[in-house]
């Protein structure tokens, strides 16, 4: 007998085809919309129901995703670092609160419409692999999964290209109840990440000095959590050659820029790093990326204890910035990955 998998439904293309393939697989399934606090507009539940012909639940876990995710993000900005939340929001509210939810219901899985691949070895451990679509592969969003909570996950958009599935969709007489490609901050809505921090969540700007390397005073900033590492705009300091954010110095609520040179480094300090695969040595060739958008290059991981580890990069990157996430690969596959310091 199939197992019964819960869907993690948005109302996009993604998650109809995600419960739509698992259907046609035989699997019971039944999808859980989660609220927010922070949509724009109400899902019309029925009609992604009806397509699908499955029961759709809605649940509130208004509170829970503004404790996990909303306040990580703020800390993160006041921090002067740049947040990146789905890698927080896919351990603790999609693998997290929301598997509870969706395990108390009778599933034994959490599906969603992540564009990433899964296998499992002889002895039940999990391997998070990219998914084949190189333009839409997401698996870096979920390399902070433990392996309990990949042992419990379904990703059965891994196999297959966007546009395979746009394709199977409208087949299918699928249609979306939301427009366009979900964002990187899906609780950010018509406004930038500043105006949100500012009106939504009242963190008040602190106006301070912009400086160069040297200390030399360029201009005023209206916020350090406006800017972040590598942003070239909105630092409005005439120059013979364009500025780009260096640093943001909290002590002394300062925005240091420099040239573009000025954004290499050959090495970054990571924390809090989750391992899917523990590394056997000390030292370890992967390559990483420290962003999501960002190619994965060839880097040395020395491991250090307490979950921290220095990368050292084969070729200076540019713009490596505290609080995103550096995830490390083996050929495909994820081994984990942690915090920028």
Request: charged share 20%; hydrophobic share 40%; aromatic share 8%.
């Amino acid at each position: 007998m199939t197992a019964t998998i819960a869907v993690a439904i948005s109302g996009g293309v993604d998650s109809l085809m995600t419960a739509f393939l698992l259907r046609q697989s035989g699997h019971r399934v039944f999808g859980l919309h989660f609220l927010t606090g922070y949509e724009a507009t109400p899902i019309p539940i029925h009609k992604i129901a009806g397509q699908l012909n499955i029961a759709v639940e809605i649940v509130d876990i208004r509170d829970a995703f503004k404790k996990h995710v909303v306040d990580y993000f703020t800390r993160t900005y006041k921090a002067c670092k740049t947040p990146n939340p789905c890698l927080v929001c896919n351990p603790s509210i999609k693998f997290g609160i929301l598997y509870d939810m969706a395990h108390q219901m009778g599933a034994k899985r959490l599906a969603t419409g992540h564009y990433a691949r899964l296998t499992r070895n002889s002895s039940g451990s999990s391997h998070l692999l990219k998914g084949v679509d190189p333009k839409k592969d997401q698996a870096y969003f979920l390399a902070f999964l433990s392996q309990a909570q990949l042992s419990r996950a379904c990703f059965p958009l891994g196999e297959l290209t966007k546009t395979e599935v746009k394709a199977r969709a409208a087949d299918s007489g699928l249609k979306p109840v939301t427009a366009g490609e979900s964002q990187d901050v899906c609780f950010i809505k018509g406004s930038n990440y500043g105006e949100f921090l500012t009106c939504r969540l009242g963190l008040a700007p602190e106006p301070g000095d912009i400086v160069d390397e040297q200390g030399r005073v360029l201009g005023r900033h209206k916020g350090l959590h406006l800017f972040t590492v590598g942003q070239r705009r909105g630092i409005n300091c005439p120059s013979s050659e364009p500025y780009y954010v260096l640093r943001m110095d909290r002590g002394s609520n300062q925005l240091v820029v420099g040239s573009k040179n000025g954004l290499n480094a050959t090495e970054c300090r990571v924390d809090s790093i989750n391992w899917i695969q523990p590394p056997s040595k000390r030292i370890i060739n992967v390559h990483v990326k420290i962003r999501y958008r960002h190619t994965a290059v060839p880097a040395a991981v020395s491991i250090l204890d307490s979950g921290r580890a220095v990368v050292h990069f084969d070729q200076p990157e540019a713009a490596v910035t505290p609080g995103q996430g550096a995830v490390f690969y083996k050929d495909d596959e994820v081994l984990g990955g942690g915090f920028i310091v």
